[in-house]
């Protein structure tokens, strides 16, 4: 993989995505295509079935439509969404001997602009060590993180911020982030929760970049997740601080690691404490 850096590059930095040159050696890593797919066809045959009720069963069996109709909308809305990953390459990272790049945007998200860098190019020496982390296991998270020699610059984190503004019509995997920057000299890519999944598998990502000459720690740490770490006090700051930041995404799933309860639940939370501190 070969990149046109640009004159005075720092180490790390922000770079197009057409300005990656793609190299047959890569490790390639991208979304996995089937478990998008099995929850469209999930919620098709679920819309199907609720629908057919009232033809079967006469329309005692009405109820079904409510059901039904709200199933058809979710993969009406997925349809499009699993019909490029069968037909797109979006990658999330590629990997060479010489360096790494990271995709800060998820395929879901290929139709937004592309007036900003949204790809990180780390060169072999700026990782450290390469760690698997299962982080609580309530979440379900596993994660490869990215120990880095110097700190995330602020323009990656507000790129990544860019990415996920909804205000663009940004989408997510069902609030969970591909991407992370939880601490200042940590990169972390999500490889599989409840409703995402890189491919290849976590193990066979470890080893060929081990093969590939990164430090690779190749036992999953298993790690409390951010909210656990937390004194309730801290929380409850860390909280306030993002939704005042504007980072609901962030912040509902801090409040529903702490607290429990439904997405709708979180939301109205942090709308509510977002208005009070803006009061």
């Known amino acids: 993989m070969q990149v046109r850096p640009p004159m005075n590059a ?8 057409s300005a990656v040159r793609e190299h047959p050696g890569d490790l390639v ?7 998008g797919t099995v929850i469209w066809a999930l919620f098709s045959a679920l819309s199907l079935a609720w629908c057919a009720a009232p ?10 439509l409510a059901i039904g109709l709200p199933c058809a909308a979710v993969a009406a809305l997925m349809q499009r969404g699993v019909a490029r990953a069968w037909t797109s390459q979006w990658w999330i990272m590629r990997a060479h001997r010489s360096g790494l790049v990271i995709s800060l945007r998820s395929a879901l998200n290929r139709d937004l602009p592309v007036e900003w860098g949204n790809v990180v190019q780390l060169e072999r020496h700026d990782v450290r060590r390469v760690v698997a982390e299962r982080i609580d296991e309530r ?3 596993v994660q490869l993180s990215f120990e880095l020699a110097t700190p995330v610059p602020p323009e990656v984190q507000r790129s990544l911020e860019r990415e996920l503004d909804p205000r663009m019509g940004a989408r997510t995997h069902f609030n969970v982030r591909l991407v992370r920057v939880e601490q200042p000299d940590v990169l972390s890519i999500v490889w599989s929760a409840s409703s995402a999944r890189l491919a290849p598998g976590l193990q066979a990502t470890l080893r060929e970049l081990e093969r590939l000459g990164y430090p690779v720690e190749r036992e999953v740490r298993r790690v409390p997740s951010r909210g656990t770490q937390l004194a309730s006090g801290e929380r409850d700051v860390q909280l306030a601080e993002l939704a005042r930041s504007g980072d609901k995404i962030e912040a ?9 309860g439904s997405l709708l639940e979180a939301k109205q939370a942090i709308e509510r404490l977002a208005s009070r501190d803006a009061a």
């Open 10 to 17: 720092a180490p790390m930095r922000l770079i197009l995505r």
């Open 29 to 35: 890593v991208h979304e996995a295509r089937w478990l």
């Open 139 to 141: 979440e379900r998270v």
């Open 252 to 260: 509902i799933r801090l409040w529903r690691e702490t607290h429990g």
């Open 55 to 64: 033809l079967v069963w006469g329309w005692k069996a009405a109820f079904g």
